[in-house]
């Protein structure tokens, strides 16, 4: 319900507005001394759906678990095995999707919606730069290859095991600097820093030194001078 009191005698229009409803205006007369009733209906505004795909900039497969979200609104949706995604029941307007998935990089499109109308917004996401890491862990003394050496790249927290040959190998390293700290029992830990670059192999070998072989002795002879 609604009410202006202490209205003077006269014609008016009077307009209402209201949140995913059409704005309408009526025109009424008020007579002085009397109450004057005016229902006015409002009709609601269509509602639109946005759809579309998130797909891999370089093959065109659809990603799925994206991560999307609309603004304004801050409404969030995941796309699905297929990599689809959609946002029902919006009102018309001017919207941004923005979307997010592990080992790409994020993107975002612009979408003009209107009212009662399907909108399409596909967004083909790039991978994020990756590069590798490989080499041969080795004997100090006798230039062997070691094996079973555990090699602990940071940051990302991810682990390598040398084969019988002593190589090891990372795959799928985003570009930047990182670590890696080589182990094997009976012999002193070692660590490296390396640089990854996309789409390069970046080859660190490693020489391990076993345990108490750098370990000497010293001897000698104590004389005074002039006897």
């Known amino acids: ?19 995913a409803y059409q704005n309408k205006t009526v025109s009424v007369t008020v007579t002085s001394g009397q109450t004057t009733t005016q229902n006015i209906d409002l009709t609601a505004v269509p509602a639109s759906v946005l759809s579309g795909r998130v797909s891999d900039a370089a093959s065109g497969g659809g990603i799925s678990g994206a ?7 801050n ?8 990599g689809n995604y959609s946002y029902p ?3 018309s307007g001017n919207y941004t999707v923005s979307v997010t998935a592990a080992k790409y990089q994020v993107k975002s499109g612009n979408v003009a919606v209107s009212a009662g109308q399907p909108a399409t917004l596909n967004l083909a996401l790039a991978a994020i730069p990756t590069g590798g890491i490989a080499g041969k862990i080795t004997d100090s003394n006798t230039g062997s290859g070691l094996g079973s050496v555990i090699c602990a790249l940071s940051p990302g927290n991810r682990q390598a095991t040398s084969d019988v040959n002593g190589d ?11 670590t890696i700290l080589a182990m094997k029992s009976g012999y002193q830990s070692k660590i490296q820093v390396v640089i990854v670059t996309a789409g390069n192999i970046t080859t660190l070998n490693f020489s391990l030194i076993a345990t108490g072989t750098n370990a000497g002795s010293l001897t000698g002879q104590v004389t005074v001078a002039g006897t």
């Open 89 to 91: 029941n919006l009102t």
């Open 67 to 73: 991560q999307c979200t609309l603004s304004p609104g």
């Open 1 to 19: 319900d609604y009410t202006f009191g202490n209205v003077s005698a006269g014609n008016y229009t009077v307009t209402v507005s209201l949140s």
């Open 168 to 178: 090891y190998s990372f795959t799928g390293v985003e570009i930047g600097t990182y």
């Open 75 to 82: 409404k969030q949706a995941t796309t699905d095995t297929n």
